[in-house]
């Protein structure tokens, strides 16, 4: 591989970590607001396992992201990531009552397998050779 190939690839590798991380761990970070009329507060009293499942879940998103950042550490993240948006998904069904606002976690949940995996192949296969 050329070295401006081996940059570029680089380049996306790591526009790719960027763009999961910032996503995941705004969301996450979004979990510990104090405001009682926050969205989130809202959504986990309506889950009723009380308001220690919302800090727990930002915890696991946010780390979950960040560790999607460091290479070592990806697949520990991407478990994470996976399990919350599973997790996520399994509460608009079951617990809501409405299989259709899975969509949106089964959205997030197909980006990070997608991520994942592209991060996971090859460097010569992911130029297209």
């Known amino acids: 591989m050329r070295d401006d190939e081996s940059s570029t690839v680089s380049a996306m590798t790591w526009a790719l970590r960027i763009s999961v991380a910032l996503v995941f761990a705004g969301t996450g970070l979004e979990k510990f607001s ?39 550490a990806t697949t520990v993240g991407a478990a994470l990531l996976v399990a919350s948006m599973v997790g996520a998904m399994t509460v608009h069904i079951f617990v809501f009552k409405h299989p259709a606002d899975s969509l949106f976690p089964g959205v997030y949940l197909v980006g990070v397998v997608v991520a994942y995996a592209r991060l996971r192949t090859p460097r010569h296969a992911a130029m297209g050779r």
């Open 34 to 72: 104090a405001d009682p009329t926050s969205y989130w507060v809202h959504v986990f009293a309506n889950i009723g396992l009380g308001q220690w499942f919302r800090y727990f879940t930002g915890i696991v998103e946010t780390l979950g992201g960040l560790l999607f950042l460091i290479p070592r």
